[in-house]
């Protein structure tokens, strides 16, 4: 069954019917007296329009969400409708904005329409019917926008769901893997040992693949909750690379050294979820790098944090691809021959954020790359606390 068929965009009907409800948001009374005088000569389906004096009134009744459509006046006291236009939609407004404007400024409109507004007019031209197609296009453009979103949103929880029941047969199929390695069910000719290495190390990329696609949903649904302990981080990076990433890097002939300042105080943080950024990290390092080339890990404490930094002699990252390799799905994979669902990064940052540090990257194409990323210790922890 194809998820948008069970979706449809609502036609006639009686909400069609209610009256469309305006808010103009102007500082001027004699606009509002004549956007009134203009919505009351509109024909067909009643409007209502009510009118906010000052950007302030104008974002608080945004925020109340009882309009079906907004109308905005360039010029606002000291701030213009750009900026509200901005404000409204950061705070999560998704009902359409329309810009209104003394007169036509092609930059305006641009920027206008950048920012999310759905729709630019200039007051002067504006009649009756102009203002109502305006209107009714917009609305008909919003279900569609609606209809479009609920479709993704499906779509998602269809893949976290699948990504969640997909984890426990492999975890099931590591768990055999690992016995039969073990030789718990007989020994093993050198042949099998190798075709049962292959398989265990596919089923840990596939589980991986499945744990970042699985990851950034919980972020995207706000559902990503920090456990936090107090951690030794040198620990916690001989940790994750001992999992199997020196393996790989042994297999591609890579020299992996770990350069660990030693006397690190403990950090607040999320062992699985920091764990998880280091393998990210090192993998696209060690996936990333040809044969016989060098991957070092570095900590450092200073300036009450904890610095990670994973260099490597790699091709490097071109600068224009640099500034959105932290977007989801930012794959190169096709260029490398490497499967991959570009979310590795993503999630990175997205974990390292979400412990109020920072992750950079510092590339260059032929040289190599060293991505970097900071943990605040317990004290700069407090005292942003304090602040909040
Ligand atoms: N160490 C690195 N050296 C070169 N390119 C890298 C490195 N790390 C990441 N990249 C680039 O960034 C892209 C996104 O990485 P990531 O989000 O981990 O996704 P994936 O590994 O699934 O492709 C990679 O496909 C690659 O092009
Ligand atoms: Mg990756």
């Not at 009134?36 to 009510?50: M, N, P, Q, S, Y």
């Amino acid at each position: 069954m194809k998820l948008s068929s069970c979706l449809q965009i609502e036609t006639s009907t009686d909400t069609e019917q209610a009256p469309i409800r305006v808010l103009l948001v102007d500082d001027d009374e004699d606009e509002y007296i004549i956007t009134r005088r203009i919505i009351a000569e509109v024909e067909g389906r009643k409007h209502t329009l009510d009118w906010a004096s000052s950007y302030e009134e104008g974002l608080a009744i945004i925020e109340e969400g009882r309009h079906d459509i907004y109308l905005i006046d360039y010029q606002l006291d000291e701030k213009n409708g750009l900026d509200l236009l901005r404000e409204a939609i950061s705070d999560g407004c998704t009902q359409p904005m329309i810009l209104l404007t003394g007169q036509e400024d092609r930059e305006v409109d641009i920027q206008a329409m950048k920012l999310g507004a759905w729709d630019y007019l200039v007051k002067g031209r504006i009649d009756a019917s102009a203002l109502e197609r305006a209107i009714r296009y917009t609305l008909e453009h919003k279900k569609v926008v609606d209809v479009l979103l609920e479709v993704q949103k499906q779509r998602e929880k269809f893949v976290a769901t699948l990504t969640h029941d997909l984890k426990t047969p492999i975890k099931a199929e590591f768990r055999i893997f690992e016995l039969l390695m073990q030789e718990r069910f007989g020994p093993l000719t050198e042949d099998q040992q190798l075709v049962i290495h292959e398989m265990l190390r596919s089923n840990r990329f596939m589980y991986q693949m499945v744990d970042n696609l699985l990851t950034a949903f919980k972020f995207e649904e706000g559902q990503m909750v920090l456990r936090m302990e107090t951690l030794d981080l040198n620990e916690l990076v001989s940790d994750a690379i001992s999992i199997d990433l020196s393996g790989l890097a042994q297999e591609k002939d890579q020299i992996l050294t770990l350069s660990l300042q030693p006397g690190i105080p403990l950090i607040p943080a999320d062992a699985l979820e920091v764990k998880r950024v280091i393998y990210n990290l090192v993998q696209n390092a060690i996936n990333f790098t040809p044969k016989k080339g060098k991957i070092k890990i570095n900590t450092e404490f200073r300036d009450h944090k904890v610095f990670v930094s994973v260099e490597d002699t790699g091709p490097g990252i071109e600068e224009v691809i640099q500034k959105n390799l932290f977007a989801p799905y930012a794959s190169m994979s096709k260029r490398y021959r490497h499967i991959g669902t570009g979310l590795g990064l993503y999630i990175s940052k997205k974990i390292v954020e979400a412990h109020q540090g920072e992750l950079t990257v510092d590339s260059r194409l032929g040289e190599g790359s060293r991505f970097t990323f900071t943990l605040p210790d317990q004290q700069s922890e407090k005292s942003r606390q304090v602040s909040l």
